[in-house]
């Protein structure tokens, strides 16, 4: 009778381990899409045998517990990974938009301008006597101190639009510090109970990847299953169960939008903006506060050369009427940047025969500063007199071009490598409905088997019944 109740026992230990397992591909099916999954199984193993005298009597199988497959080398190198490609997708989207504001090719860009500016005083050259030449010459200029405005607020926009992203992404990276701080409460209530906490690890794990693309980070598991994550070299994110928030502000002097960081609630935040070197954040920083900034300057030299240039010559020469000239361009009131306030001057917008041409008084058709305006497109002023106005433009835009080229390139690069990163981790932590169709078919089978066991039993133990009835 012992013996027929330890066959009952087996099946029914059987049929629950089957249940369990049909659960677990179920699981997986249902988590099949699921962005960080790990496949799970069932571990089972032989259950404690029995004793009876000089005989080891086995007494089947148990499920010793749910496993999630996943290589965790792998994954840390993915989730490293991942973090480059945040930067260079995040960096060479920002300099795409760079590059647009200095388009020569499908645009009217500032090189154009600048040719047109000299052209239209070369134009005066030929012919100093015309109002008409006057007029296109006032016009180009008008037009060109209107590019440098375009390109100045382009740039600006772009800073200004780096700056909301700058907050989106701070709040976007405390929102998931604080929710790997409450899963490594999840997994160490779960483990200390000496049970895997798959479900919550993946989700932790996914969120380590996707932190690392917002931000560079280093993180640690310590005891109890808990992860540390640092940022920005000492910036601590997350220890144990406490997390603590990134803050956004922006900085009166620069006006630009800076990250500070506090150690403790009643600490003082301290900038952590420089230190920031990868993931999305570390790529539009590098051109907020790298490109950005110096293309600024460099348009802000190349207006006020040749505004200072252009004024120093037209100020020796004489008017249609043989007036001393003025200056040609001037500031705006109130302009914070040359290339942001540079104007044709009041006097010559309302009258183009204040317009400097000649040098010598009572002298028609002397067209002396005319040529010498025009003339200083080709002279070399710019970087020290090492360039021309053409050079220094040349160089600075080629240099957009090389750099927002390259970085495209890195994208794809990098891109690549995640795939290839991706397709390796499918391969081993990846759902396959193939191999959960076949086991679920093998767990039906166990089912149905043990099910037959007990059975067979149930009427082994009738029939002893009936035995003691005879």
Known sequence: MAKINSMMDIGKRSMMNSQTGLQTVAHNIANKTTEGYSRQRVDQVTAQPITEGRIQMGQGARAAQISRI?????DKQLQME??????????AEALGRVEQVFNEQQNKGMNQYISDFFNSFRELANNPESL????????????????????ENQLTEIQRDIDAQVNMHVSEINKMVKEIGELNEK??????????????????????????????????????????????????????????????????????????????????PYNITDRIRSGALGGILNVRDGLAEDLHDRVNELAESIASEVNSAHVQGLDRKSRQGGVFFELEKGATSVAGGLKVSEEIASDVGRIASAAHDKAPGDNTVAHVIGNLQF??????????????????????????NRANESRKSQAGVVQQLGTLRDSVSGVSLDEETVKM????????ASARLIKTADEMFDTVLNLKRM
């Open 187 to 268: 997994v160490a209530t779960v483990e200390i109970q000496g049970v895997p906490a798959n479900d919550q690890r993946d989700r932790r794990d996914l969120l380590l990847k996707k932190l690392n693309e917002k931000i560079d980070i280093k993180f640690s598991e310590g005891d109890q299953g808990m992860v540390t994550v640092t940022t920005a070299g000492n910036a601590m994110l997350v220890s144990g169960y406490d997390h603590r928030d990134l803050e956004a502000s922006t900085d009166p002097k620069t006006d630009r939008v800076q990250i500070f960081f506090k150690e403790s609630t009643n600490g003082l």
């Open 379 to 404: 002279k070399t002023m710019m970087d020290d007199g090492n360039s021309t106005i053409d050079d220094f433009y040349s160089s600075e835009i080629g240099q957009v071009g090389v750099l927002a």
């Open 70 to 74: 996943n290589n965790p080398a792998l």
């Open 132 to 151: 008409t030449t006057r007029t296109l010459v006032k016009e180009a200029g008008d037009a060109l101190a209107t590019d440098f405005k375009r390109v």
């Open 82 to 91: 991942g973090g480059k490609l945040g930067y260079a997708d995040a960096h």
């Open 441 to 448: 078919i093998e767990y039906q089978k166990s089912f149905d």
